[in-house]
């Protein structure tokens, strides 16, 4: 295992890190016999990061991870967990949320917390409620070590958060597909050169990048002089540049978290030749001709004045059409929540009012009010949009109800 310090606190985490958001199932909740077991091997192997959320799991993981750590494997890693800021309805409730937290990882603080999957609204409504004095405080008092945030917006979101505070570390989504997509690139060497260590997750977005590969781009593979499998290009190209600090990967079987710690193990930064990074380059190449819409990204068509997140749609209808097969659950999933408004404002297609602003602004001339039909019809059929307006309508009462059954 290969180990990058986070610049701020001066850990050395293992690259390879172990995200306890996919573990093994039974009967509908995690296997605990064999999740205990996984989280155990992956700390014998080196790995010493480990992720989780307050959610993840319908809440059940971080309880698995505080039982998983008892006998000494506690003190062999460092912890990361969540604020699900939109359950949060107060400056007390987030002194709660973390008091829980600590009872469920049975343990008397968090290395690193973040504040879960932040977009610009989440973000104005937790920093009113005074998340900063929060983890000012939590800090101070010792019950979090290093704060950080988890990411679902564009760049200059992501600019904004980062010049806000004094984080230790930050989570994004990047992969060789994502390049220019949220945080991208551009947010990756923005919060380096601020000494923000970078935890990856979806390198190999949810798993669709190694599996269910289209003919295209496995010809592109075996034709590479040097042989990986699509996972391990995916996680090569991401450890190859020297600004991440930790790939997390959600494992769900002792095969491929022995694959990934394999992997890990010759991932030096700036480690690939030149010729291997044009084979990842010609891989997305062929992964962006099977995307319907030939959307890059760039964000010019931003901001759409009627509040809809351009590039974020597209994306997520280009996901569904290339990766359909096994992934349209998720992207219907993550379309819910991210462009319906369910952890934030509303951004969908829907709200698009065909002023064609964003038109004149596209330099690949997108027909942008158009394809905002097909999204539309994709996603946001009448039974969706019952089911996000409900969630609207109820998520006060969630906030309430999520905190009284622990209490
Ligand atoms: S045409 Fe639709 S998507 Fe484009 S700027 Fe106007 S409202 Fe936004
Ligand atoms: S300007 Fe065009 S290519 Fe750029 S993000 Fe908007 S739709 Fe995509």
Same mark, same amino acid.
């Given at each position: 295992?290969?180990?990058?310090?986070?610049?701020?606190?001066?850990?050395?985490?293992?690259?390879?890190?172990?995200?306890?958001?996919?573990?093994?199932?039974?009967?509908?909740?995690? +296997?605990?016999?064999?999740?205990?077991?996984?989280?155990?091997?992956?700390?014998?192997? =080196? %790995? +010493?990061?480990?992720?989780?959320?307050?959610?993840?799991?319908?809440?059940?993981? /971080?309880?698995?991870?505080?039982?998983?750590?008892?006998?000494?494997?506690? /003190?062999?890693?460092?912890?990361?967990?969540?604020?699900?800021?939109?359950?949060?309805?107060?400056?007390?409730?987030?002194?709660?949320?973390?008091?829980?937290?600590?009872?469920?990882?049975?343990?008397?603080?968090?290395?690193?917390?973040?504040?879960?999957?932040?977009? *610009?609204?989440?973000?104005?409504?937790?920093?009113?409620?005074?998340?900063?004095?929060?983890?000012?405080?939590?800090?101070?008092?010792? @019950?979090?070590?290093?704060?950080?945030?988890?990411?679902?917006?564009?760049?200059?979101?992501?600019?904004?958060?980062?010049?806000?505070?004094?984080?230790?570390?930050?989570?994004?989504?990047? +992969?060789?597909?994502?390049?220019?997509?949220?945080?991208?690139?551009?947010?990756?060497?923005?919060?380096?050169?601020?000494?923000?260590?970078?935890?990856?997750?979806?390198?190999?977005?949810?798993?669709?990048?190694?599996? +269910?590969?289209?003919?295209?781009?496995?010809?592109?593979?075996?034709?590479?002089?040097?042989?990986?499998?699509? *996972?391990?290009? =995916?996680?090569?190209?991401?450890?190859?540049?020297?600004?991440?600090?930790?790939?997390?990967?959600?494992?769900?079987?002792?095969?491929?978290?022995?694959?990934?710690?394999?992997?890990?193990?010759?991932?030096?930064?700036?480690?690939?030749?030149?010729?291997?990074?044009?084979?990842?380059?010609?891989?997305?190449?062929?992964?962006?001709?099977? *995307?319907?819409?030939?959307?890059?990204?760039?964000?010019?068509?931003?901001?759409?004045?009627?509040?809809?997140?351009?590039?974020?749609?597209?994306?997520?209808?280009?996901?569904?059409?290339?990766?359909?097969?096994?992934?349209?659950?998720?992207?219907?999933? @993550?379309?819910?929540?991210?462009?319906?408004?369910?952890?934030?404002?509303?951004?969908?297609?829907?709200?698009?009012?065909?002023?064609?602003?964003?038109?004149?602004?596209?330099?690949?001339?997108?027909?942008?009010?158009?394809?905002?039909?097909?999204? /539309?019809?994709?996603?946001?059929?009448?039974? %969706?949009?019952?089911?996000?307006?409900?969630? @609207?309508?109820?998520?006060? %009462?969630?906030?309430?109800?999520?905190?009284?059954?622990? @209490?």
């Amino acid at each position: 295992m290969l180990y990058r310090e986070v610049p701020k606190s001066g850990d050395k985490l293992s690259i390879q890190g172990f995200g306890a958001m996919r573990l093994p199932k039974k009967d509908g909740g995690i +296997n605990h016999e064999k999740a205990t077991a996984l989280i155990r091997h992956a700390i014998d192997n =080196g %790995v +010493n990061y480990i992720d989780t959320a307050w959610t993840y799991h319908g809440e059940e993981s /971080e309880k698995l991870l505080g039982n998983a750590l008892a006998e000494g494997y506690r /003190e062999r890693v460092r912890i990361a967990t969540k604020m699900p800021h939109w359950l949060v309805s107060s400056r007390q409730d987030m002194d709660k949320f973390l008091e829980l937290q600590l009872k469920r990882l049975r343990t008397d603080h968090i290395d690193y917390y973040l504040i879960h999957s932040l977009t *610009a609204s989440g973000w104005m409504e937790i920093k009113e409620k005074g998340v900063l004095e929060f983890l000012d405080t939590a800090k101070k008092d010792g @019950r979090i070590k290093n704060a950080g945030f988890s990411f679902h917006d564009n760049i200059k979101v992501f600019k904004e958060i980062i010049d806000s505070y004094d984080w230790d570390i930050c989570l994004i989504q990047y +992969n060789y597909l994502d390049e220019n997509h949220q945080a991208g690139t551009e947010g990756l060497k923005y919060a380096a050169e601020k000494d923000i260590g970078v935890i990856v997750m979806e390198p190999l977005r949810g798993g669709s990048l190694a599996t +269910n590969v289209p003919p295209e781009v496995e010809k592109n593979w075996e034709g590479a002089d040097v042989k990986r499998t699509p *996972a391990e290009w =995916g996680l090569r190209w991401i450890w190859n540049h020297p600004e991440v600090t930790v790939v997390l990967s959600g494992m769900s079987d002792k095969s491929q978290l022995d694959e990934n710690i394999r992997t890990a193990s010759e991932a030096y930064p700036d480690s690939l030749a030149e010729d291997e990074l044009d084979t990842v380059r010609r891989a997305a190449k062929k992964y962006k001709e099977l *995307a319907t819409i030939p959307c890059t990204g760039c964000n010019y068509c931003m901001p759409c004045p009627a509040g809809v997140d351009i590039p974020g749609c597209f994306d997520l209808y280009n996901s569904s059409k290339i990766f359909g097969g096994t992934n349209d659950g998720g992207t219907q999933h @993550r379309y819910l929540l991210y462009q319906m408004g369910i952890l934030g404002e509303r951004s969908s297609a829907s709200l698009c009012v065909n002023c064609g602003k964003c038109k004149e602004l596209c330099p690949q001339k997108i027909d942008i009010p158009e394809w905002m039909k097909e999204v /539309e019809a994709q996603f946001e059929q009448p039974v %969706v949009k019952f089911k996000a307006s409900a969630m @609207r309508l109820v998520l006060p %009462v969630f906030r309430r109800v999520s905190f009284l059954k622990y @209490r």
